[in-house]
């Protein structure tokens, strides 16, 4: 029995929290010593682990839509986000947090469904299952405005972090999977809205491959690990504003400049060229390696693809060069920013 | 040079940060390996270490008013919030995440004023300071409504941490500083906003007394440490949703019923009876100890009150009694708590 359709329970934030807590507690690690409850989380690492920690922000009109996203697809994509940066420094996650702010519509069951908190739930707790991550603490407020901001807290062993400031000119680029999906996909959706269709109950399967990578972005969790295990990659980062915004990042912590072959480019295959060198979410992970390491087409299942070479940074010009059929073109970065 | 100052900073989430960045290394620590700027922090702990892990929601309309409260004062209140929960677990806060959410004219300077986010920082900063707790990352976007998510870790030696869950019946209940202050002072302001006196530029030095406990809550890190470190309680928490609520939690926790007494509370001078037992955000702690435990008067500079004792959970009854000079009453949790 989903608990929001029990009448018993009282509309409170407590009731809520009991909730959470009896379907969080599923996911129980040894690493989780005390979960929701107390005043804190309580977790234990190995004595040469170090700790990573990173926070996601997102919230309705911005990073989701009500009107457009089943709650499943946002829950999910909450935490995909917060997994892909932990995926990022080639850490294993430990535990996830959740504050959540709610209109108090969206926590109340509509008829004979599901209060929306209940199926977005749902999403995240999946994705949550799949990577062995507990919801292990958060918080809850009613709020005018749809919000979620995850903490996902993992482990890696001391001094092997993957870094954004590790790469060297000679370096070559590699990327996971295909770029640009999660952006094409979205353009879809959004058009979709335009034209006054609303959220449909079912998505035609005919649309799931061009709807997949935003509806449902797999953080690159064993890839990360796989990477940081075999101490193969000099420097990463996941592609979460757009490659070429990303890879602006990876340059100036480096301080290092690169070159992108275009041709060599995974673009999705519903993508433009353009979506696949500034659109963000992929949630892929962009790495750099020495060119005497042997990098594998495929790493637990998904394709690698080097598609660049990091090079000394100039004192003028641009640190990212798009090598083009036309020639050596600057690529400027042009992915998601806000406050722009 | 405020740096929101400085014309040639483009408005953007990347200045932004990188202001942020700035401001906030100044506070590093052996703890912290990797701050802001990459996709996760990096933490290192001791190996008998165990992590604690704290969330806390704040959003403008429900836990700050933006026409009320100094924006320093809002920064102040939300780390106090987080750094209270590591209190309560008898921890050392080690790193705060910072998510926030805000309009975007409160990220640009006014006029020769500073911008409401440099402010902000400036609260939050400092008090981050003087908990040696640097802000190592977090999250910043635009939101039409303005919110606040804090989240701090600490450190706790391993099997240390004060839980909620070890009060025994017989343990006598204690209270560091006073009770009731924190909602007498929002009382007051919201009086003054009402009255149609906004934000004044300066707070008459008169009505401090009566604003500080609301404005500028002192988290109890000192005392909890003390605590923790000579093994002196059993159980505890901290004032965040007010005494009758909080108390609850812990009964609950702890399968335990609480006896308080009402004469020995120590309500706050600006306090009314009402507000000491079922205000929230004092941000006192609230523990229990064996009656054979020694708990001296003052802890860290603070008083420390007996107010009552555990006993046995009952099948029926009221899990609190307040022994009044009326005789015993069962005491309601009527704290603060959102949905209800």
Do not use: N
């Amino acid at each position: 029995m989903h608990p929001a359709q029990d009448k018993s329970v009282r509309p409170g934030e407590l009731a809520l929290l009991r909730q959470i807590r009896g379907r969080a507690g599923l996911g129980r690690t040894p690493a989780l010593r005390v979960g929701i409850g107390d005043d804190c989380a309580l977790l234990r690492f190995g004595p040469d682990e170090e700790v990573t920690v990173t926070t996601d922000l997102s919230i309705a009109g911005r990073h989701f839509q009500l009107d457009w996203h089943p709650p499943e697809v946002v829950g999910h994509r909450v935490l995909a986000r917060g997994l892909s940066d932990i995926a990022a420094m080639g850490a294993r996650p430990v535990a996830a947090f959740l504050s959540l702010g709610l209109p108090a519509e969206l926590t109340r069951a509509k008829g004979r469904g599901c209060a929306w908190i209940e199926r977005f739930y749902d999403g995240l707790l999946a994705l949550a299952d799949t990577h062995k991550t507990p919801l292990a603490g958060g918080d809850l407020s009613e709020s005018v405005l749809a919000l979620a901001d995850i903490v996902v807290v993992g482990a890696v062993p001391r001094g092997r972090a993957l870094l954004r400031s590790g790469a060297q000119p000679g370096d070559w680029l590699y990327v996971t999977g295909t770029l640009g999906g999660a952006v094409a996909g979205l353009a879809r959706l959004g058009a979709m809205a335009a034209a006054g269709r609303r959220r449909p109950p079912s998505i035609p399967t005919s649309l799931l491959p061009t709807l997949a990578a935003h509806l449902f972005p797999q953080p690159r969790i064993a890839q990360g690990l796989w990477l940081q295990r075999r101490r193969l990659a000099t420097a990463g980062l996941d592609v979460s504003d757009g490659l070429s915004t990303d890879l602006m990042h990876l340059c100036e912590e480096s301080d290092v400049a690169a070159e992108v072959e275009q041709a060599a480019l995974p673009v999705h295959p519903a993508a433009t060229l353009a979506q696949a060198l500034h659109g963000g979410e992929d949630y892929e992970l962009l790495f750099t390696a020495a060119p005497r390491m042997r990098i594998p087409r495929r790493i637990a299942g998904v394709p690698v693809t080097r598609i660049g070479r990091m090079v000394r940074r100039p004192r003028t010009g641009p640190a990212i060069t798009l090598q083009t059929p036309e020639g050596a073109q600057p690529l400027e970065p042009h992915g998601w920013e806000h406050f722009a």
